[in-house]
């Protein structure tokens, strides 16, 4: 055996099973590949050597997960690579962001190319243990592929690469103002949460959307988002979004499950799956809200037969019988027990909730404020001013808080 320790890349190797030619190959192209990824930016000759090594020696046979085999491909004593990879000053972080990056680019870019699905199996290496091995009910348990997810900065980036193929990554509805506050509660909600506590705060005037950090992180993202969507987005409505994005127009569509009825109504055959939007640190919060009510007009209120005939109905509609009916018909899940809501394209997201858990977003804002926001959050998308634009939106919720006293 004999290894190149000058160039950093020929590996020669009298590894069973192994031609020498075969090792200097895998060798040359594992380093090139090292380059492709630009890891000298942060990890030394020295370092892309250990790695080198590791590689190699995985991919050779009788790999025994020991240290001893980095000998069989290494000038250097084994414990020189141990050494490296127990106390080696470098950001192994990094490194995994950017492997990451590179495998869901290459999947995305084979499913794009071949026009089908990739299927992924997923084992404890890559989706950590969600409990200990000897309390899992099966060898991975949790450990799916949707349960993966992508960082913020991932979901960016696999934009640009849709973007680059000349297609539409985002679907944007902004000329309805509605749509837009709604995609600015769905890009801060995965950080904020149920807002339970910060409105409580907001509205004791100990804190604003100027002093929380996660307000204006979520405006800049929006913004952002711009530059990944359909072009001039405020002038295109909600209906004819629907349309679009049922029909092939873009790859994503930023809205909640009310939606899904809405794109089989305009595409039958319309493939879809519904999951959590990213969010910074890969661990996004799911909310959950009461999205249909019943209301009674108190006119009728001394009208016992209509009375009676509105106990019947609300009876039957909140029984697990009636609540059942409506799910199926409008594919929403259900607070009312018993109900189960067969939804094939809402799994990812069920999922999740069952993996992380949720929050139900019943924190509400003043009095008046949401209606004044809807009216004025469509100018930070045309100016992009977003610090006069949080000054603004604390402004009016203080006068939102004063008129409800």
């Known amino acids: 055996m004999m290894y190149n320790c000058n160039n950093h890349k020929t590996i020669f190797s009298h590894n069973k099973g192994v031609p020498v030619a075969n090792s200097i190959h895998h060798s040359n192209s594992i380093y090139n590949y090292f380059k492709s990824l630009k890891l000298g930016l942060f990890l030394s000759d020295v370092y892309l050597n250990h790695l080198m090594i590791i590689m190699v020696s995985v991919f050779l046979r009788g790999y025994r997960g020991k240290t001893i085999d980095f000998a069989e491909v290494s000038c250097m004593h084994r414990t020189t690579t141990a050494y490296f990879l127990n106390h080696g000053k470098w950001d192994d972080s990094a490194l995994q962001d950017i492997l990451k990056a590179r495998v869901i680019h290459t999947i995305y870019q084979e499913a794009y190319r071949s026009g089908k699905p990739i299927f992924c199996i997923v084992d404890d290496t890559i989706a950590s243990h969600t409990k200990p091995s000897s309390q899992a009910l099966h060898p991975i348990e949790a450990a799916y592929f949707h349960q993966s997810h992508l960082k913020r900065h991932e979901l960016i980036a696999l934009a640009e690469e849709i973007k680059a193929k000349g297609e539409t990554p985002f679907i944007l509805p902004n000329k309805d103002s509605w749509t837009v506050s709604n995609l600015w509660s769905n890009i801060e909600a995965r950080d904020l949460g149920s807002h339970e506590d910060e409105f409580e705060k907001m509205k004791a005037g100990e804190e604003s959307f100027e002093t929380i950090p996660e307000y ?155 209606d004044t926001k809807r009216g004025k959050i469509q100018n930070v998308l045309l100016d992009k001013d977003v610090d006069a634009f949080l000054k603004e939106m604390t402004n009016d919720w203080n006068q939102a808080v004063e008129d409800s006293k």
């Open 216 to 370: 204006k992180s979520s405006v800049e993202k929006m913004i952002q988002l711009l530059d990944y969507a359909n072009e001039d987005s405020l002038a295109l409505g909600y209906d004819q979004a629907i349309n679009d994005f049922a029909n092939g127009e873009g790859w994503m569509f930023l809205q909640g499950s009310w939606t899904l009825p809405s794109f089989l109504s305009a595409n039958p055959d319309f493939n879809v799956e519904f999951t959590i939007l990213p969010n910074d640190n890969g661990k996004p919060i799911a909310t959950q809200a009461v999205d249909t009510g019943f209301c009674v007009n108190a006119k009728v209120a001394d009208e016992p037969e209509k009375m009676e005939a509105i106990d019947k109905f609300l009876s039957f509609a909140l029984s697990a019988e009636g609540a059942q009916i409506y799910t199926d018909n409008d594919k929403s899940p259900s607070c009312v027990t018993g109900v189960k809501a067969e939804v094939p394209q809402f799994q990812p997201f069920f999922d999740y909730v069952e993996a992380n858990g949720f929050e139900a977003d019943g924190a509400y804002p003043p009095t008046g404020f949401e």
